[in-house]
Every structure is written in structure tokens, then in C-alpha cells.
């Protein structure tokens, strides 16, 4: 069992720059990929970015490549997310993910835990 805690959302201008963090309770934490998804309001959750187990593969969507950079520390058990240039279209609610199966990490399906989430307000 794995319960996932985000923390470091708020309300920044377009340009700025946040950190997201996402807190794992579990002794087998390092075992898992982890990721964040966002859900804009009145669409649908999206895949961000994921890390593997060790933390030395990352993998990024596309509109979030170079803005976004997703990290983990397994001594701490704590995933992150930092973001930044940001603009109003990443206004989301912004959630962490952790699974320990080979499918498909893009897809919401592929994970067995999620966080409650963490609001980003990006004002123009």
C-alpha cells in the first residue's frame, strides 16, 4: 500500500516558476514509477511526466518538454515536479501517480495509487 501526499500548488504569474512535491508513505516506495498528471478544468487528466524506479529515466509530454522537470529522492520517498515558465493553459490540478506495472505510463490506467492533488493557478 502506498499514500501519496502533493503539496507546493498555488497561484503564480505567467512566467513564474513552481515546485511540486509528492510525499510517499510505504517502505517500498523506490519500487515504483512515479508520475504527475494535471486536469485543467472541464477536461480530461493528462500524463506529465514520469520517473522510473532509480530516478535516471524521465520521460516528459510533449508541450512540457524543457518547462517541466520531474525528479525523485528515494531517501526521502519524495517525488517532485518543477516547473517552470508557466502560462495560464497549465492551470490544473496537479497529481501524483505511483505504479509497479510495465504498461503503459502515459495512460491513467497504468497506476494503482494517486494523491488527492494540488492546485496550480497560473494569472495571465
Known amino acids: 500500500q502506498v499514500q501519496l501526499v502533493e503539496s507546493g500548488g498555488g497561484l503564480v504569474q505567467t512566467g513564474g516558476a513552481l515546485r511540486l512535491s509528492c510525499a510517499a508513505s510505504?517502505?517500498?516506495?523506490?519500487?515504483?514509477?512515479m508520475s504527475w498528471f494535471r486536469q485543467a478544468p472541464g477536461k480530461e487528466r493528462t500524463f506529465v511526466a514520469g520517473?522510473?524506479?532509480?530516478?535516471?529515466?524521465?520521460y516528459s509530454a510533449g508541450s512540457m518538454k524543457g518547462r517541466f522537470t520531474i525528479s525523485r529522492d528515494n531517501a526521502r520517498n519524495t517525488v517532485f515536479l518543477q516547473m517552470n515558465n508557466l502560462n495560464p493553459e497549465d492551470t490544473a490540478v496537479y497529481s501524483c501517480?505511483?505504479?509497479?506495472?510495465?504498461?503503459?505510463?502515459?495512460?491513467?490506467?497504468?497506476?494503482?495509487?494517486w494523491g488527492q492533488g494540488t492546485q496550480v493557478t497560473v494569472s495571465s
Open positions: 520517473v522510473s524506479w532509480s530516478g535516471h529515466s524521465t
Open positions: 510505504g517502505r517500498t516506495f523506490r519500487s515504483y514509477v
Open positions: 501517480a505511483a505504479t509497479n506495472s510495465l504498461g503503459d505510463i502515459t495512460l491513467e490506467g497504468a497506476y494503482e495509487y
